[in-house]
């Protein structure tokens, strides 16, 4: 009886050692069009995104009653970045520096060359006077 017991726990087993686990897989966004809120100081604010096998291809951004197209040079400042990553905020920001701000911040994480978790973000800010595109902020955990 207890060889019996055996066997069968041991059959039961094996199959499910050896059955595979399905694996969800993220699907990532080659291009979005996003519509967000209009405020009184931007206007309506939106943008349109599009990457493809070589990186970011197009970032328009309208606001503030204007149309900003991204240059290639602040595209590849992107790179890495996913397009499903995007917040979109705003503040009144200080005179000196723009005033009133729109911002499209991303953000990824990553293992590093030493195993360790990093984290990065990066802004895509417009203002009156234009955009700019920041500097990587960079933090390993």
């Known amino acids: 009886m207890k060889m019996t017991m055996t066997a069968l726990l041991v059959a039961a087993i094996i199959p499910a050692f050896a059955a595979t686990a399905s694996e969800e897989e993220s699907l990532g966004w080659t291009s979005a069009v996003i519509q967000c809120g209009k405020t009184a100081e931007a206007g309506d604010v939106s943008c349109e995104m599009k990457t493809g096998e070589k990186g970011w291809e197009k970032f328009i951004i309208q606001a503030f009653g204007k149309t900003h197209t991204l240059p290639a040079t602040d595209l590849a400042k992107l790179a890495g970045f996913p397009l499903s ?16 701000t729109v911002h499209f911040r991303f953000d990824r994480m990553f293992y590093n060359s030493d195993k360790k978790l990093v984290s990065e973000i990066i802004y895509v800010s417009v203002t009156k006077k234009g955009f700019t595109v920041s500097d990587r902020r960079t933090k390993e955990n």
């Open 85 to 100: 990553s995007l917040r979109t905020t705003h503040e009144g920001g200080y005179e000196e520096l723009g005033g009133y």
